[in-house]
């Protein structure tokens, strides 16, 4: 839902440009064919593997559900990526981050990363991610939002994105933390909702038709 991708293969390669949203790529293995996927100026390098690719409101993720590959930011788009060598998973990246990953493992690199003024203090970090991680990871393949210990400011970021019909917005910027788990129907937004007024903790304010706003009650 809101995704949208530009498909160009040709003889000597398969390239796909993520504009927004996201994209699960299973890679059919062909040598003399690299599949690469362009997402906000980050560049996905793959021959025979299986890898998604979500361009969110702050970073771009890349996480390797098998086999490996080649990710480098627009920075250092010309040059070739070298193993992260003495690098561990976790250990964050600077401008002209390019790194192999491999399967379980989860590259963020920042949207400030790739545009031309970063500051210092600008990383990409890579992760290792548990199988669970991965399900939850793609279960919107399933129309289901699994979370676990999620901000609820990503959670209704990512319920707005799957929803034109109501837009969830934070009245009040101290919940924006408060953890949310559970499966919840991508398209269920009401029942989201319910279950949040029954906290006791927040009130559902109903701007308009397509606007819900969120207040804490503490």
């Given at each position: 839902t809101a995704s949208a991708a530009r498909v160009q293969f040709t003889a000597a390669e398969r390239r796909v440009e993520?504009?927004?949203?996201?994209?699960?790529?299973?890679?059919?293995h062909d040598t003399a064919r690299p599949f690469v996927v362009s997402a906000g100026g980050v560049t996905v390098r793959a021959v025979g593997t299986a890898f998604n690719v979500l361009i969110g409101p702050g970073a771009v993720e890349v996480l390797v559900?098998?086999?490996?590959?080649?990710?480098?930011?627009?920075?250092?788009?010309?040059?070739?990526?070298?193993?992260?060598?003495g690098r561990s998973p976790g250990e964050s990246a600077r401008r002209g981050f390019s790194a192999f990953l491999e399967a379980h493992e989860r590259a963020r690199i920042p949207a400030l990363m790739i545009t031309d003024a970063v500051?210092?203090?600008?990383?990409?970090?890579?992760?290792?991610?548990?199988?669970?991680?991965?399900?939850?990871?793609?279960?919107?393949?399933e129309r289901r939002l699994v979370f676990a210990e999620t901000p609820l400011r990503e959670?209704?970021?990512e319920f707005n994105r799957r929803n034109r019909i109501?837009?969830?917005?934070?009245?009040?910027?101290?919940?924006?933390?408060?953890?949310?788990?559970?499966?919840f129907a991508a398209d269920n937004v009401d029942g989201f909702l319910r279950l949040l007024e029954s906290s006791g903790r927040i009130t559902v304010e109903r701007k308009d038709e397509k606007t819900v706003v969120l207040r804490s009650t503490d």
């Open positions: 993520l504009e927004s949203g996201e994209a699960h790529f299973e890679v059919a559900t098998d086999g490996k590959v080649a990710v480098v930011d627009r920075s250092a788009d010309t040059a070739s990526p070298s193993p992260r060598s500051p210092s203090g600008s990383a990409a970090v890579i992760e290792k991610v548990t199988p669970e991680a991965v399900r939850r990871a793609l279960s919107w393949q959670v209704a970021t109501q837009k969830i917005v934070l009245g009040d910027d101290r919940i924006g933390a408060r953890p949310v788990g559970g499966v």
